[in-house]
């Protein structure tokens, strides 16, 4: 028979084994702030993946005639709960063998309950955001910033002062004219050089009675002076592509397709325009196209000699592809080691984001994932 001392001795163990095993119960599953962090950065990486795979799809859809679909996320909800029990007990004489008389355990559950809402793009607030036209002060503000104004031009422009960009569903000039990528190509060298400059003015107008509103603005090109023969030359080109003064160093932009002496008209293209410019340059399976699933790919002209975003297809695809979907039987993805279409292509989500209207009252589809 165990003795005293033995017994307070086990007695002592089980209550340090309980102690021990609520205190790691409490650090391990404790909702410490860097389950926050966690939480922040997985769901906004995975929201963003799940954008560009909807983007994709809906190129790919474009591309065999399908009409395309937006689900816009407007609510992610995640809610936590713990539950911790500990129990012991023992027993001062034991009735069977000397290991019966200790008892214990404990037990946690931490549940996890994500709620995901989604609204789908239709009607008015589906037409401001791909139908309309991007305005071009909007475009040019982007390049502004930085963003190559040629990937800007291809995506967001279908002509310039008569030069067209490649059109979808056009059985003459699909390809567009050789002068338009020139153009485009020379701007971006201008841009490099920092000799390309865009100019938003905002002027106040008067209004009825003594109030004053802004006008929507004016949009200048400014060529600065170039002391290098090169750069000059190059400059010398745009203006002439684009049927300006040689001398013209501040060009005012306007919206349309022909413009007044002096001026250069940017006839933009909605974001649907923008999602066909890839989907007509799409790679897609031969059988398809001799099928009459989807018509031939519209190849480059000129001094461009890829699409704007290379677009692949085959039956799989490869494990660490930059983002890829399937359609019907055939998988379309975006290698990770084309560095030149995914910087498109992220310019493309970033037009996509700035055309979305202000999200309205309309159908909502909550998922609970469990």
Same mark, same amino acid.
């Given at each position: 028979?165990?003795?005293?001392?033995?017994?307070?001795?086990?007695?002592?163990?089980?209550?340090?084994?309980?102690?021990?095993?609520?205190?790691?119960?409490?650090?391990?599953?404790?909702?410490? $702030?860097?389950?926050?962090?966690?939480?922040?950065?997985?769901?906004?990486?995975?929201?963003?993946?799940?954008?560009?795979?909807?983007?994709?799809?809906?190129?790919? !859809?474009?591309?065999?005639?399908?009409?395309?679909?937006?689900?816009?996320?407007?609510?992610?909800?995640?809610?936590?709960?713990?539950?911790?029990?500990?129990?012991?007990?023992?027993?001062?004489? $034991?009735?069977?063998?000397?290991?019966?008389?200790?008892?214990?355990?404990?037990?946690? &559950?931490?549940?996890?309950? $994500?709620?995901?809402?989604?609204?789908?793009?239709?009607?008015? &607030?589906?037409?401001?955001?791909?139908?309309?036209?991007?305005?071009?002060?909007?475009?040019?503000?982007?390049?502004?910033?930085?963003?190559?104004?040629?990937?800007?031009?291809?995506?967001?422009?279908?002509? /310039?002062?008569?030069?067209?960009?490649?059109?979808?569903?056009? =059985?003459?000039?699909?390809?567009?004219?050789?002068?338009?990528?020139?153009?485009?190509?020379?701007? !971006?060298?201008?841009?490099?050089?920092?000799?390309?400059?865009?100019?938003?003015?905002?002027?106040? #107008?008067?209004?009825?009675?003594?109030?004053?509103?802004?006008?929507?603005?004016?949009?200048?090109?400014?060529?600065?002076?170039?002391?290098?023969?090169?750069?000059?030359?190059?400059?010398?080109?745009?203006?002439?592509?684009?049927?300006?003064?040689?001398?013209?160093?501040? /060009?005012?932009?306007?919206?349309?397709?022909?413009?007044?002496?002096?001026? #250069?008209?940017? *006839?933009? !293209?909605?974001?649907?325009?923008?999602?066909?410019?890839?989907?007509?340059?799409?790679?897609?399976?031969?059988? =398809?196209?001799?099928?009459?699933?989807?018509?031939?790919?519209?190849?480059?002209?000129?001094?461009?000699? !890829?699409?704007? #975003?290379?677009?692949?297809?085959?039956?799989?695809?490869?494990?660490?592809?930059?983002?890829? #979907?399937?359609?019907?039987?055939?998988?379309?993805?975006?290698?990770?080691?084309? *560095?030149?279409?995914?910087?498109?292509?992220?310019?493309? &989500?970033?037009?996509?984001?700035?055309?979305?209207?202000?999200?309205?009252?309309?159908?909502?589809?909550?998922?609970?994932?469990?």
């Amino acid at each position: 028979m165990p003795t005293a001392e033995t017994r307070g001795a086990r007695r002592s163990t089980a209550a340090a084994v309980l102690i021990l095993g609520c205190g790691l119960l409490g650090g391990c599953l404790g909702l410490s $702030p860097s389950r926050l962090d966690n939480d922040q950065l997985g769901y906004s990486q995975a929201l963003g993946d799940a954008d560009k795979r909807q983007t994709l799809l809906n190129v790919v !859809r474009l591309r065999y005639g399908d009409s395309p679909t937006f689900l816009q996320a407007t609510q992610v909800i995640s809610a936590y709960q713990l539950q911790q029990n500990a129990t012991g007990g023992f027993e001062l004489l $034991p009735a069977a063998s000397a290991g019966t008389f200790l008892t214990g355990g404990a037990t946690a &559950q931490l549940q996890q309950s $994500p709620t995901f809402t989604f609204q789908p793009l239709t009607g008015e &607030q589906f037409a401001q955001s791909f139908i309309h036209p991007l305005p071009p002060a909007d475009l040019l503000s982007l390049a502004i910033g930085g963003l190559p104004i040629d990937v800007l031009f291809r995506l967001g422009v279908q002509s /310039i002062n008569g030069l067209n960009n490649a059109s979808a569903l056009s =059985d003459v000039n699909a390809s567009g004219s050789a002068e338009f990528f020139l153009l485009l190509y020379d701007l !971006r060298r201008l841009q490099i050089a920092g000799l390309l400059s865009i100019t938003l003015q905002h002027e106040p #107008v008067p209004a009825k009675g003594d109030q004053q509103h802004a006008d929507p603005g004016r949009v200048y090109l400014s060529l600065a002076p170039a002391t290098d023969p090169g750069q000059a030359a190059i400059a010398a080109e745009v203006r002439h592509l684009i049927g300006v003064p040689a001398t013209a160093s501040q /060009i005012e932009v306007i919206y349309g397709r022909f413009a007044a002496k002096g001026q #250069v008209a940017i *006839f933009t !293209r909605s974001m649907l325009g923008a999602l066909e410019q890839l989907a007509i340059q799409t790679d897609v399976p031969g059988s =398809d196209v001799t099928g009459g699933r989807t018509q031939s790919t519209v190849g480059n002209i000129g001094v461009e000699h !890829r699409p704007v #975003v290379v677009i692949q297809s085959g039956a799989a695809a490869p494990p660490d592809a930059f983002t890829a #979907v399937p359609y019907h039987q055939t998988w379309f993805w975006i290698a990770n080691d084309d *560095f030149d279409s995914k910087l498109a292509y992220t310019v493309l &989500q970033l037009l996509l984001a700035l055309s979305r209207a202000p999200s309205a009252p309309g159908t909502i589809v909550t998922i609970p994932a469990h």
